[in-house]
């Protein structure tokens, strides 16, 4: 992704193999608390807040057939090489210090151009819709790609709820700012908070989630807890983190990385390997756990479900 840093090392420099080894290095130490404690307190920017209860367990949950039926990355691989810049840049940052993120109580604010504006407490979220596992290939536009088993339920139920009027033709998403809980946003990084946004038709699509847990456990905080989206026909970066917000508008909201970089970065962000970004191939990806490339699919291999969201647009254009 693009960043401000100098200290950050792109990953169009490190070789697969080289980004293996430094990532089998970080995991050992992201999998034990008292390493990832040691870690936190080598950072200057680290506070002293400990997350207050420990969040309840996931139950009831049910398979779905929106399933890929392909070999899981390991629970290890998708909870210790995250991008949550709140945490900091490199990939093992959010794991040694997502632990200053408190998840209850948590709310999120639905409002905007709604009939039946309402702010919903994350337990309440939890019992709204049947939860499902559902295994989800995730591209990130960086090239490399996981297979999640996800815990969550349709972004379509909380949409239901709240009655859009006809003037809600996009939904924009907001992370939590807090700079004392989310210690990168005392820096100039990105703009904060981290918005995301999506057309209405998409946000009602059945394959758009709001994630709460994977592998069968809450969400770790590394990786968006206590809510975050996961759109898998979209890049990662669309998937945002630790939502509070969710506004219906009128107009294509702002979102975080097309600020950042226009020209990189379009509000449809779909996976399409015929549009190249400046410096990651889209033609192929590195599954994490694997050295062999794969070919990208259009729209992550999710074409037959969602492409008729898009006919009639130069996808060329609207990236
Ligand atoms: N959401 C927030 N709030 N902040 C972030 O930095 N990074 C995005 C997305 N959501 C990000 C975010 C990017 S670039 C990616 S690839 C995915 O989260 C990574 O999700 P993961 O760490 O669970 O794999």
Known sequence: ???????????????????????????????????????????????????????????????????????????????????????????????????????????????????????????????????????????????????????????????????????????QFTTLLDPRQMPEQRYGTLEWPYVEGLRMDEAMHPLAILAVGLYGQVLPNQNGAPIRLVVPWKYGFKSIKSVVKIQFVETQPRTTWNLMGPDEYGFYSNVNPEVNHPRWSQGSERRIGEFKRRTTLPFNGYADQVASLYSGMDLRKEY
């Open 1 to 171: 992704m693009l960043i401000k840093k100098t200290s950050d090392i792109k990953s169009s420099e490190i070789t697969d193999e080289k980004l293996y080894h430094k990532r089998r290095q970080f995991m050992v130490g992201a999998a034990t608390a008292a390493t990832g404690a040691l870690l936190a307190a080598c950072k200057k920017s680290a506070p002293p807040n400990v997350a207050t209860a420990p969040p309840p367990k996931l139950e009831g949950i049910v398979k779905s057939s929106f399933t890929v039926d392909e070999p899981q990355t390991s629970l290890k691989d998708i909870t210790s090489y995250n991008n949550f810049y709140e945490f900091g840049t490199d990939k093992s940052d959010p794991a040694a210090n997502a632990h200053t993120l408190i998840t209850r109580p948590w709310t999120v604010a639905v409002e905007g151009e709604v009939m039946k504006p309402k702010t919903f407490d994350i337990d309440e979220l939890l019992r709204l819709a049947p939860l499902e596992e559902r295994v989800y290939r995730f591209r990130c536009v960086e090239a490399w790609s996981m297979v999640i088993p996800w815990i969550g339920f349709p972004l379509n139920e909380i949409i239901k709820r709240v009655e859009p009027t006809s003037k809600a033709k996009f939904v």
